[in-house]
Each structure stands twice: as structure tokens, then as C-alpha cells.
């Protein structure tokens, strides 16, 4: 509990569902810090497709400069059909790939947590329990490689001319790699002591590379039992025995397959909350890891549970308010039990209380107390 000033919370609301969802988890959010004696004070500033139609940039400098000046980001989802035909390095999407490395979030945390009461929901037959923390490194590798193009008019085997060449490059430093493997060793060490990291060290240079960097730092955490597979057959694991899985840790790329993977076995991608980390004086970010699902804006239809998540691992993160914390995840656990469904996770089973957004987000304000 603290009695200082209010902590400052830049928003992003973005686009689609993002207005609605985050207006959801600011009320959860104020709600808390009233229940537990601190302030929070919002700075809602523009990113994504909103942003491009106002100032004709996916991320304003004043966004970035808001974030930086602030103690955690709240973040809903940008992008949308509108804004498609955009050539690609002003597309809404850019402006996550600018916040994550403008604010140096190397780590990012996606927790996948199959709730008991939405079992059903999962596409596996006989999914138990699933409880797994992806740690995807956010700031590296292919997604920040050097890329390029060019004409080459060298000749194929059979004597096509090779024509235009378009490459991205994967390239990890050692110093990149140690930071998120440390981290994911430190969340391993708090849960179920258990790390893998998955890559295609059979393939891959950097993948080689990342597993001499985790063997080495693996001497300073003999608690953690850490072990290795390849991406594809980590596919197949999560399917075939997610159960078994604790903290995985990878990187950039693989780390935005297997994520989604994981967020489609634990039934609702509009459940799983994330956070993007970086060095302990900067700013966190919290979203959830689903899109801005334009096909429902407006409908009522959004599930806010996954960014009222994302706030409470705000609370947790980047605000060392755990109590909070605590108290917004059982309140959520409290309506998922009690039987509160938006159509997302909705089963027709008898005791279902079909809501909407604002339903559901007024069940956890209740449940909050
Ligand atoms: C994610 C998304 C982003 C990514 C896109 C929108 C750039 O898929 O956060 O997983 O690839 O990182
Ligand atoms: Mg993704």
C-alpha cells in the first residue's frame, strides 16, 4: 500500500475493440487503487490506425515520449482492414514494433493459463491443466534484422534468371540472448522450475548460439531443470502433453508462433493477458495478445477479461502493487467460475450468464468488492 503521488499510466486505447476493452480494465484498474489506497492518473495518447488518421504516423514522437515518461503502458490492439492497403513500414502494426524497441522491451511474458471452468472451450480432447509462461525475446532476431531487396541477375540450375531477392536476417548477440534467458530462469525459479528453450539448433546458427548461452547461465540456477527441443516438435509437444510444459523461453519469431499456438489450446485468446518488459527503470507495457477484432467493435460483444489481465500483471510488474494484483485475478477467476460468458468463451451449458463487454466488466468490479 502506498500513500505517494499516483502512478502515472500512459493509455493507448488503439484501434477496433481496443477503445472498449481498455475503458473495461481502467475502470478494474481505478477501482483497485481506490480499494488499495494508491492513485493512478491516465495519459491516453494515439497509436496505430487512429494515430495514421490523425497525424499520418502509426507512432507520434509524443506517444513515445508519453510512454517513456510514465510507470506502465496500457495498451488495447491497433490495426484494421482500413488501414491495409498502407505500404508496410507505416502500417498500424509498425507502431508496436517502435513502442517495443523505443522502449527497450526485451522480454515479453505470455502467460497461457487454461481456466478449469473453460476446459470445453479448448480444441483438445483431453487438455488439463495447462499453465504455461512464454517468455518471447521482443527486440531482436529476424523481426529486427537487416533486411533488403535487390535485382540479381544471376541464373538458377535449370537457367531462369534468379530476378528480384528480398532477405531478412536472424542475428542474436550473446549479450541479447543471457538477459531474456536470466529473466525466463528468474520466472522458472518462481513457478515450476522447469525451462525450455525452444529454437532449431539443428538448423540455425543464432539457435546454436542460444543454447551455449542458457547451458552457461543454467551453473547460476542448478534449481531449474532445463531442457531443449526444436520449434517444430514443440508444436507437436504443446498439443500432445501441454500439461507437462512450465516456462518456455525463445525468441522473437518463434516466440509469435508457438504463442498463438498456445492461446488457441487454452480455449480463448480473449482470456490470455502479456507484458512487455525491459530494464527495471523503464516503463512496462501491458496488452492483451489479442488483435483488434474490427468485425466486433461496437457490438458489445468483447471479452475485457484478457486486458483487465494485462492491468493486473501491470499491477504486479512494473507498480510492485502484488495485493492489487492478487485481488483483480481472483475477482477474475471469481466470474469465470461463477459462470460469466461473453459469446467468446460462452458454451450454452446450463448456469452460463451470457454478457456483454460492459456486463462482464461490471461482474468483476462486483467480484472486486
Ligand atoms: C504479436 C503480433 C505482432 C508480432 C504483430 C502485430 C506485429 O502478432 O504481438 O504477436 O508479430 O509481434
Ligand atoms: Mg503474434
Redesign the pocket.
Known amino acids: 500500500m502506498s500513500t505517494s503521488s499516483p502512478y502515472r499510466i500512459a493509455v493507448i486505447k488503439g484501434d477496433g475493440i481496443g477503445p472498449e476493452i481498455v475503458s473495461s480494465a481502467m475502470k478494474v484498474l481505478s477501482s483497485a487503487a481506490a480499494r488499495f489506497g494508491f492513485g493512478v492518473e491516465y495519459n491516453e495518447v494515439l497509436a496505430g490506425g487512429c494515430a495514421i488518421d490523425a497525424c499520418g504516423v502509426p507512432l507520434p514522437s509524443y506517444t513515445l515520449d508519453a510512454c517513456r515518461a510514465s510507470d506502465a503502458v496500457l495498451l488495447g490492439a491497433v490495426?484494421g482492414p482500413k488501414w491495409d492497403g498502407i505500404e508496410p513500414s507505416r502500417r498500424p502494426?509498425r507502431a508496436?514494433?517502435g513502442l517495443r524497441s523505443g522502449l527497450g522491451l526485451y522480454a515479453n511474458l505470455r502467460p497461457a493459463l487454461l481456466f478449469p471452468e473453460l476446459a470445453s472451450a479448448s480444441p483438445l480432447k483431453n487438455a488439463g491443466a495447462i499453465d504455461i509462461l512464454i517468455v518471447r525475446e521482443l527486440t531482436g532476431g529476424i523481426?529486427f534484422g537487416e533486411n533488403g531487396s535487390y535485382e540479381s541477375s544471376d541464373l538458377l540450375a535449370d537457367g531462369t534468371v534468379k530476378g528480384k531477392v528480398a532477405y531478412d536476417t536472424e542475428a542474436y548477440s550473446e549479450g541479447e540472448i543471457r538477459r531474456i534467458v536470466k529473466q525466463a530462469f528468474e520466472f522458472a525459479r518462481g513457478r515450476g522450475r522447469k525451462l525450455t528453450l525452444v529454437d532449431k539448433a539443428n538448423v540455425l546458427a543464432s539457435s546454436r548460439l542460444w543454447r551455449e548461452v542458457a547451458s552457461s547461465v543454467a551453473s547460476d540456477y542448478p534449481d531449474v531443470a532445463l531442457d531443449f527441443l526444436y520449434v517444430d516438435n514443440c508444436t507437436m509437444q504443446l498439443i500432445g502433453r501441454p500439461s507437462s510444459f512450465d516456462v518456455i523461453v525463445t525468441s522473437?519469431m518463434f516466440g509469435?508462433i508457438i504463442?498463438?499456438e498456445a492461446g488457441m489450446i487454452t480455449g480463448s485468446i480473449g482470456m490470455l493477458p502479456s507484458a512487455s518488459l525491459g530494464a527495471p527503470e523503464t516503463p512496462g507495457m501491458y496488452e492483451p495478445?489479442h488483435?483488434s477484432a474490427p468485425d466486433i467493435a461496437g457490438t458489445g460483444k468483447a471479452n475485457p477479461l484478457a486486458t483487465i489481465l494485462s492491468a493486473a500483471m501491470m499491477l504486479r510488474w512494473s507498480l510492485g502493487e502484488k495485493a492489487a494484483a492478487d485481488a483483480i485475478e481472483d475477482a477474475v477467476k471469481k466470474v469465470v467460475a461463477d459462470g460469466y460468458r461473453t459469446p467468446d468463451i460462452a458454451s450454452g451449458a446450463d448456469g452460463e450468464i451470457s454478457v456483454d463487454t460492459d456486463g462482464m466488466t461490471e461482474a468483476v468490479l462486483k467480484a472486486l468488492g
Request: glycine fraction near 18%; charged fraction near 25%; proline fraction near 0%.
Open positions: 490495426g502494426e508496436l514494433l523481426y522473437n509469435d504463442s498463438d495478445i488483435g
